[in-house]
């Protein structure tokens, strides 16, 4: 082994003992938090075909960083350039130094100061490969990407974001001392190649940019200066990496190690839930706090509110300063989470952070909520309107339509109230409560015999089909259960040339991907208009029962907001296929509103002359 040693690598050694120390302290820690049967599977699962997915996502999302690319390239390459630059770095200078040694154990160090221990050979080939060439182009890979992450901090909008991370001091440190690494390794190499090789560079071969900055640095300065100023650079470069490495576990940067434990346990099927767990530790840790979140937030871009999108609820809950403000600040669109370029389980963290308060809460604004069977009729379709419904008379008139029209006899689970889906309950964090109300539901729904449980409410229809056990009993949304009987010509509908923005509900939509039918359905009676801000991209309507911070006069800023982008291409009508969007939308949008159902029940042409079972 070779033993070739100075003080300033001090600093760089204890830094990388200490990351590891800790890197390795808190993973372990965290995974034996982990439930039994969670960990159980990892191990079943190390040693299947998901390893090999975990790494090929590793390489493509911590290394390449695609989905950054996918969002803006220029972002794309600036990550890139970080992450793929530096482990380059990392690999080709300890191939360069093994090779050079011909001893493949060395300490850390020595591949980081090469430069420093072995200037007169740092422009040769080694065993034929021309690694100092090679060096040189990678630190100019990674300062390209310094150059762009300050640009960045100037005008993010370049890149493609309209805001930006406001940063913890922690992080304003190591990201100071991140831009300062790679310049000072390009001074530090300069400053030693121009003092110790005063040669020409043999052509096409070694440091082309380091050593003819260090010829023309000395030819300025003279050796005098150089010789004074190689140690403190040298010093500087050891410094800030040693700094960078003790402020990682405390600062953003945690997640360049902990992306990676969390894409292979996401590969293994161990995610967040709605309670918490110690998988959470990993998904806060891997957030990179690149704000990618912010932008698409309509909190921030029409109620003027910058401090609880994603990125600041884990960073506040990553430094136990979270707070109910912040955590039930949010409307649980899930927009944010289809932007999160490491795919992060956003709304389950939202989730399971309001869960997490279970039992502590002393105002329950649901605490009333309980079940009672006050249902009537009866039929193998039973119709759960939803407290929702049930404040849009339009709506339910409209079903009533068309269960008859459609010929089925119905069994209304909720017209006169007296039941919930539990989720209110669930999104205040009530979850043991949310279960009762549920288990109450399921027993109603066994008891009077359904086949099939038609909803209006894409908040209900999410419950039935995540939380229920509803062994038996198909759920639809109105819009799956009028399309399938329109298809069975139980129902007929006549065409016209209304115009119409349909507005992709975010329970039905980014929720359970519920897009086809109700464009499909709608374009029976109208003609509807494409937007950009659909299907998984579509705006919230702002009145979501998820956020119980904001104010009425901030809802209305949201939902008049997201109905003037659906009514700019000149509509008649903004349709949606949600209560609470109906009622947000209705209060503050140019143009009328309606719901699916009522469109459909206006344009009813004919009653079946025989009643057919369900599913005909
Ligand atoms: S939550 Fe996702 S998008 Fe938001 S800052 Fe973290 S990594 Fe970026
Ligand atoms: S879920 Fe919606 S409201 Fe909540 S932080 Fe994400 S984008 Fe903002």
């Not at 329970?507 to 991907?513: T, V």
Request: with cysteine.
């Amino acid at each position: 082994m070779n033993t070739h040693f100075d003080s300033f690598v001090i600093p760089f050694s204890i830094g990388v003992a200490f990351l590891f120390g800790v890197i390795l302290y808190r993973y372990i820690k965290w995974f034996f938090a982990l439930p039994l049967n969670w960990r159980y599977r990892f191990g079943k699962k190390i040693f299947s075909y998901r390893t090999i997915t975990a790494a090929w996502e590793c390489v493509q999302e911590s290394i390449l960083h695609l989905s950054v690319w996918r969002r803006n390239a220029v972002l794309g390459y600036m990550h890139m350039s970080f992450a793929l630059g530096w482990l380059m770095l990392i690999v080709v200078g300890k191939l360069e130094t093994s090779a050079y040694l011909k001893d493949l154990i060395n300490p850390p160090y020595l591949h980081v100061f090469f430069r420093f221990f072995y200037p007169q050979e740092s422009f040769r080939f080694h065993h034929g490969f021309n690694y100092a060439f090679l060096m040189d182009i990678l630190l100019i890979f990674v300062l390209s990407g310094v150059a762009l992450a300050v640009f960045k901090r100037f005008r993010s909008k370049a890149l493609g974001m309209k805001k930006t991370t406001k940063h913890t001091t922690g992080d304003r440190v190591a990201l100071s001392v991140l831009w300062l690494i790679f310049p000072a390794r390009l001074l530090a190499e300069t400053v030693t190649c121009g003092l110790k090789q005063p040669v020409p560079l043999p052509t096409a071969l070694g440091n082309f940019m380091t050593h003819s900055l260090g010829e023309g640095l000395r030819n300025w300065v003279g050796t005098d200066v150089l010789s004074a100023m190689e140690m403190p650079v040298w010093w500087l470069y050891s410094i800030a990496l040693g700094v960078f490495f003790v402020a990682m576990p405390f600062s953003r940067y945690m997640h360049i190690f902990t992306e990676i434990p969390y894409i292979f346990l996401k590969n293994y099927g161990i995610r967040s839930t709605d309670e918490p767990t110690s998988m959470d530790n990993f998904e806060i840790q891997a957030c990179s706090r690149c704000g990618i979140c912010i932008d698409p937030c309509q909190l921030q871009s029409s109620a003027g509110i910058n401090d609880v999108q994603s990125v600041y609820y884990l960073r506040d809950r990553r430094y136990n300063m979270l707070t109910d403000a912040v955590t039930d600040n949010c409307l649980m669109c899930g927009r944010c989470e289809t932007k999160c370029p490491v795919h992060l389980d956003l709304m389950k963290l939202r989730q399971n952070g309001r869960t997490a308060r279970e039992g502590e809460l002393v105002h329950n604004r649901y605490a009333y909520l309980h079940g009672s069977d006050r249902s009537e009729g009866q039929g193998r379709v039973g119709y759960f309107a939803g407290c929702m419904t049930l404040l849009q008379p339009g709506v339910i008139e409209s079903m009533r339509k068309i269960f008859e029209a459609a010929g089925d006899d119905v069994w209304w689970a909720d017209r006169e109230g007296g039941v919930c889906c539990g989720r209110p309950l669930k999104l205040s964090g009530e979850l043991k409560a949310a279960r009762r109300l549920m288990d109450y539901n399921v027993q109603l729904f066994k008891k009077h015999k359904i086949r099939t449980l038609v909803t209006s409410c894409p908040i209900c229809l999410r419950v039935f089909k995540e939380e229920y056990d509803l062994e038996g009993i198909e759920v639809l949304h109105h819009s799956q259960y009028i399309l399938r009987r329109i298809e069975a010509a139980r129902l007929t509908v006549t065409g016209s040339d209304i115009e119409v923005a349909y507005h992709d509900p975010c329970e039905l939509g980014r929720g359970l991907k519920i897009y086809k039918e109700p464009r499909k359905l709608l374009s029976k009676v109208a003609f509807v208009q494409k937007f950009r801000e659909s299907k998984r991209n579509a705006l919230c309507c702002g009145g979501s029962l998820a956020d119980t911070e904001l104010h009425s006069a901030q809802e209305n800023a949201i939902a008049a907001d997201a109905a003037q982008v659906y009514a700019a291409k000149g509509a008649q009508v903004l349709v949606t296929s949600c209560p609470q969007c109906k009622d947000s939308f209705k209060r503050n949008s140019p143009i009328p509103v309606a719901d699916l159902a009522e469109v459909i029940a206006a344009r009813i042409a004919s009653k079946p002359k025989i009643p057919q079972e369900f599913g005909a």
